[in-house]
Every structure is written in C-alpha cells, then in structure tokens.
C-alpha cells in the first residue's frame, strides 16, 4: 500500500469537507491501487475528524450493482444520521441524490469467527428489526458519481446523510414483490416494485460483517446497515419533501 497516495487523497476529501467545495477527481484517477488503499482514506478521513473516537461505528451503507460485482462498504459518520421527521436545515450538500432503501440491525455482537461462516440464511438469522432510510447522495468530487470507481469508494461512496424511520421487528418478507414509493416536492410519485439490485437487502450481509471484523473488530448489536436503492438515485432541491414508503413496513421523510 502506497501510504503517500492514500494520504494525499484523504487530504483531499478533508479539505472538501473543510472548505465545502468539491474537488476534481481525475487528478487522482491512478492514485489508489486498489479497495484496500480507498478503505484506508476512509479510515484516515475519519480519524483526522474523529467521527469514531469513542466507539466503533454504528450506522453503514454496503451494496454493489449486482450479485456478481464486488460488494463494497463504508461507515457513516455519526452527525449525518437522523430519525424521521428529519430536517436538513444549515446541513451542506453539494448534490442531492436520493436513495430509498431498507436499513438492518444486529440484535447480537458479530465477530470474525461468526462472520467467516455466514451464508445469507444464517446472517438474516442475526437481524433483529428494519426501517425505511432515505440515503442523501453526495460527493467530494466534482464529478460525484462520474469520479472513478476507487474514489467514490474513498468518499464513503458519495455518501451525505441517513435517515431512518420507525424500526421494525425484522420479518420475512417476499422481497421481488415490494413495492417502493418516493415523492419529491412536487414532481410525480416514483414507484418502483422489486428492484433491489442484490434481489434482497440481506444478500450481502455476510460480506458486510466480514468487512467490519476483518481487524477483528466487533459488530456490536445494534449496527445498522443500509443495502441498496430500489429506485436509483433521484434528484431533488433545497426546499423539497421527500417521502420514501414501502408497503407494509413503513415510510421516512427529510425536509431538505
């Protein structure tokens, strides 16, 4: 691992968030070798803002295109997760992109034992409750989805905020047919039914928490973690409502 590369990127998305202001990211389009060097900037941008200092991280985002594709991972900091009704007064983003997904919770610590034996059935044997989240799309990288695959990686996967709705007592549930809603200010209902790129929102849970505890680290009960859009992402404006519903498990909304 090149620590002078990781170093610079992270140094970059630092000042973005600092500064507010995206940067260009195909300056470093080669800087980083691979996933194992975009989850260091992860861990080194955390570290410098101390999103972590006193506890491991409670709130993550994992998914990938498809079940072929390589699942990928990032914490989320701590002041960007909200409970519905949530308002987004004085929060800074750059792009708003919405995501409707479906947020787990442990209901038991995970190690790296546990987690080296996990298939999809026994991982969803772990979960205790889900909720309906709006994921805020955002980006320190002017190109933001457009940036080169490494660097959204390195910025928690365009990553801006999480809210969550009202949990759940978890239960199975025939995911091809669910159905999704998303309103956005005033444009027309977005309806989506089974359109989870993985099939199902627990089908990467096993790859999650063997990412987490891959240090030997712990997944402590009580770790969320959001899997995936049902609807793409969706653009919206400062000063629109968006209202995110599943059939018969909830709704979620952000005032932006």
Not at 22 to 27: E, L, M, T
Not at 81 to 86: D, F, I, K, M
Not at 173 to 188: L, N, P, T
Not at 190 to 206: F, I, K, N, Q, S
């Amino acid at each position: 691992m090149s620590t002078s590369s990781v170093q610079i990127v992270a140094d970059t998305l630092l000042s973005a968030r600092q500064q507010g202001q995206p940067h260009v990211a195909a300056v470093f389009d080669k800087a980083l070798a691979g996933a194992d060097e975009a989850y260091a900037v992860q861990e080194a941008v955390s570290g410098a803002l101390r999103w972590f200092a006193n506890a491991a991280p409670r709130h993550w985002k994992s998914g990938g295109q498809s079940r072929q594709s390589v699942l990928t991972h990032a914490p989320l900091p701590p002041h960007g997760v909200w409970t519905s009704p949530a308002i987004a007064n004085g929060f800074s983003f750059t792009r708003r992109g919405i995501e409707a997904e479906i947020a787990l919770r442990l209901g038991r610590d995970v190690d790296a034992r546990l987690a080296a034996e996990l298939d999809e059935t026994a991982a969803v044997e772990l979960i205790d409750a889900m909720a309906v989240s709006i994921e805020i799309v955002d980006s320190r990288w002017t190109e933001c989805m457009a940036a080169p695959p490494l660097l959204r990686l390195a910025d928690l996967q365009c990553h801006g905020a999480l809210i969550l709705g009202d949990w759940q007592p978890w239960k199975a549930r025939d995911w091809s047919r669910q159905v999704c809603r998303v309103a956005i200010g005033s444009k027309d209902v977005v309806e989506r039914c089974g359109t989870h790129a993985l099939g199902a929102p627990t089908w990467g849970l096993g790859a999650w928490l063997r990412h987490i505890t891959r240090n030997g680290a712990i997944a402590g009960a009580g770790t969320v973690v959001t899997t995936g859009t049902w609807v793409g992402i969706l653009d919206a404006r400062e000063g629109d409502l968006v209202v995110a519903e599943f059939e018969g498990i909830g709704s979620t909304r952000v005032q932006l």
